[in-house]
Structure formats: C-alpha cells, structure tokens
C-alpha cells in the first residue's frame, strides 16, 4: 500500500508535560483511520501535528518520501495537501457560504473566483448544502456549519483530510447529518484521518482503529480486532465503560 503520512518516533511536550510519546503510524492512500482515546489522551495534539498547527518536539512526518519537518521543507505547500475539519467549525462569520468555500482556493491555490466557486458547488452538493450557498454562518444550525466546513476543506482537494472529533460540538440531533456526510466521503476512496469519539461511527467506516492512552499508541488493529477482541487491558476498560454510556 503507498504511505501517504508516515510518522516516526513523534513526540511533543509542553513544558514539562510530555504529551505525546515515541508516536509510530502511517496512513495509505485510501484508508480510513479513526483514533479513539480517553480525553487527554493525545489525540487532538496528534492530529495538530500532523498539520503542524502544533510543532511536534521530536521525529519525523514523512509526506510523499520527504520528511516535512525539516528546515528546507515548504510548510505551507504541505498544509494545502491537508484539509482539516476542526470541533469548532471555525468559519469566517463575515462570507457567506459560498465564500467561506472560495477564499481559501483563490489566495492559497490562486484558482480564479469562477473555477473556484465551480469546485466550491462541487463539494456544497456533496456534503447537501448547495442551497445555502448565500446565507451567513450565524443563518445555520450546527450540522450545516459543520457541512459547510467539510466542504470548505473537499474544495482545495487535498491528499488527506483530518477531522478533529467533528460531532463533539454539536447538538446530538446534528450529529447523524454530519456522519452521514463523513460515511459517504470514506466509500469514495477519500484518505481520512479522524479523532473521533463515536465508536460505532468508527467501527462502521475504519479500515483501521487506533487506540491512544496517555500520549501513547496503546492498541491498533482492525475494527473487528479493536472492537470484538482488544489485548490492551486499557483497551477493554475504555470500551467497556463508553459502549456502556451509549
């Protein structure tokens, strides 16, 4: 399988607070992996460092052969290759739909304003929100903001896209719209990276799970391996208790 991100030996401290420790993983072209883990776990700052919005204290991110941290590496030719999706929307209040769609390929990618709002339709119906294409943020619900966000991050067409728990902030009548959306994405062959805390979400559309306790890699396999028959007496606690919440 060809390794789109390839992370060696990652870490990350915060001061003193080692966050992440000695992170080894990959992600192929095609995959779907999902990373679940108690909250404070690290998962949130591994996503972060992926698309360096944290630097990471130690190892590498290989991204097509070339290790991103180092010094001559364009950091920001590679961000545009990440689409990510963020808990929190963060969409600009001041565009409307439509814009908040096109900004980002007119000054980032330099696509002209029409070939933009093109491939901003493009997405918009994927994700349902075409008919929205004039109303501002504050307009919509949470789901449809979170929609709209999924599809602003689809337009710059990027290699992988990462999802930062992308249901957590939202009410939980919005969350199935939104994970309709993400299920539809993983069966078009799309590389998705996603923290996500929806365990049958992740055991539904992962090709791969990976478990994380205390800023280390605890557990990974399967779903079925995750989920039917973990090792990791961590693993089988952390299940036990949230498939017993839901």
């Known amino acids: 399988m060809e390794k789109v991100i390839d992370i060696q030996h990652l870490s990350k401290s915060f001061g003193n607070h080692e966050v992440l420790k000695d992170i080894d993983f990959s992600v192929n072209k095609g995959e779907v992996v999902c990373i679940i883990g108690s909250s404070g776990s690290g998962k949130s700052?591994?996503?972060?460092?992926?698309n360096l919005l944290e630097k990471p204290s130690g190892?590498?991110?290989?991204?097509?052969?070339?290790n991103i941290l180092d010094d001559k590496h364009?950091?920001?030719?590679?961000?545009?290759?990440?689409?990510?999706?963020?808990?929190?929307?963060?969409l600009?209040?001041?565009?409307?739909?439509?814009?908040?769609?096109?900004?980002?390929?007119?000054?980032?990618l330099k696509r002209s304003k029409e070939q933009a709002e093109k491939v901003a339709m493009k997405?918009?119906?994927?994700?349902?929100m075409e008919q929205y294409i004039n109303a501002k943020p504050r307009q919509l619900s949470g789901g449809q903001k979170q929609?709209?966000?999924?599809?602003?991050?689809?337009?710059?067409?990027?290699?992988?896209?990462?999802?930062?728990?992308?249901t957590s902030a939202l009410d939980p009548e919005m969350v199935g719209e939104v994970l309709k959306v993400m299920k539809e994405l993983a069966g078009t062959g799309l590389t998705m990276l996603i923290v996500t805390?929806?365990?049958?979400?992740?055991?539904?559309?992962?090709?791969?799970?990976?478990?994380?306790d205390k800023g280390v890699i605890a557990e990974e396999g399967t779903p079925e391996q995750i989920f039917n028959n973990p090792i990791h007496e961590r693993t089988k606690e952390f299940l036990k208790r949230t498939l017993n919440e839901m």
């Open 197 to 212: 805390h929806e365990m049958g979400f992740a055991k539904e559309v992962s090709n791969r799970v990976v478990f994380m």
């Open 92 to 108: 600009f209040n001041n565009h409307n739909v439509l814009s908040n769609c096109t900004v980002g390929q007119i000054k980032v």
């Open 45 to 50: 700052t591994l996503l972060r460092c992926v």
């Open 74 to 90: 364009d950091i920001y030719a590679y961000r545009t290759k990440l689409g990510m999706v963020f808990q929190q929307f963060n």
């Open 123 to 128: 997405y918009l119906k994927v994700v349902g």
């Open 147 to 166: 929609r709209v966000a999924i599809a602003r991050a689809l337009s710059m067409e990027p290699d992988v896209m990462l999802f930062d728990e992308p």
């Open 59 to 66: 190892g590498a991110i290989i991204y097509n052969g070339e």
